[in-house]
């Protein structure tokens, strides 16, 4: 049975920071693209960041010197660490996994995902 289980959501003032981890089973994690996506309230889910199982990284472009996306191979874990948050970062942050290629967005696409974490960023 394939799990993604993510944490490390929490509130925030605008310019801090908060990093998030995604742990994956049952799933061949060393062949996937892993993603993260961003649902702000009342609105779609988007992409945020993708890494595949060669550590290529791709960014939206609006988190671009701001997020990171990396991976622990040996723990099965992924994580986005958040600098700079503003306001608009608010909302639940979701993992993902598919097989490649690697891309970066089209939720409806992805096989696999994760229940949420919140994030909320205060002014």
């Known amino acids: 049975q394939v799990r993604l289980v993510e944490s490390g959501g929490g509130s925030v003032q605008a310019g801090g920071s908060l990093r998030l981890s995604c742990a994956v089973s049952g799933y061949d994690y060393h062949s996937a693209c892993i993603s993260w996506f961003h649902q702000a309230p009342g609105k779609e889910r988007e992409g945020v960041a993708s890494i595949d199982h060669d550590a290529k990284k791709i960014y939206a472009d609006s988190v671009k010197g701001r997020f990171t996306i990396s991976q622990e191979n040996a723990e099965n874990t992924m994580y986005l660490q958040m600098n700079s948050l503003k306001p608009e970062d608010t909302g639940m942050y979701f993992c993902?996994?598919?097989?490649?290629?690697?891309?970066?967005?089209?939720?409806?696409?992805?096989?696999?995902w994760g229940q949420g974490t919140q994030v909320t960023v205060s002014s």
């Open positions: 993902a996994a598919d097989p490649p290629p690697c891309r970066v967005g089209e939720p409806a696409t992805w096989d696999y």
